[in-house]
Nanobody, 127 residues
Framework: QVQLVESGGGLVQAGGSLRLSCAASGRSFSNYGRGWFRQAPGKEREFVAAISWGGGLTYYADSVKGRFTVSRDNAKNMVYLQMNSLKSEDTAVYYC????????????????????WGKGTLVTVSS
């Protein structure tokens, strides 16, 4: 069974940091673009960050650029999201996703769907 499982969410004060992890199992994801998305209460799910299947290219939403860093470890089937300088508006459920052979920039376009989604991890930033 193929699964993506997020971890690392929690409560943090504004200005603090968190590191999210996404563990993939059931198959190799080395040929998949990997991305992070988030959904705040009452809002639609939005793109946050992505990394290409080869790991050489990344792409970020303007709202997190310079504060968040996405990385991956294909040997471990893992992808990470380091979040620094957190703001109250970063509060959301964060989801990881994977799409076969996707570039980082293409991952930002959810219209074409994702092959796999995790169930999410909640990040709450208190002001």
């Amino acid at each position: 069974q193929v699964q993506l499982v997020e971890s690392g969410g929690g409560l943090v004060q504004a200005g603090g940091s968190l590191r999210l992890s996404c563990a993939a199992s059931g198959r190799s994801f080395s040929n998949y673009g990997r991305g992070w998305f988030r959904q705040a209460p009452g809002k639609e799910r939005e793109f946050v960050a992505a990394i290409s299947w080869g790991g050489g290219l990344t792409y970020y939403a303007d709202s997190v650029k310079g504060r968040f860093t996405v990385s991956r470890d294909n040997a471990k089937n893992m992808v990470y999201l380091q979040m620094n300088s957190l703001k109250s508006e970063d509060t959301a459920v964060y989801y990881c996703a994977a799409r076969f052979s996707s570039t980082a920039q293409a991952m930002a376009d959810m219209r074409y769907g994702m092959d796999y989604w995790g169930k999410g991890t909640l990040v709450t930033v208190s002001s």
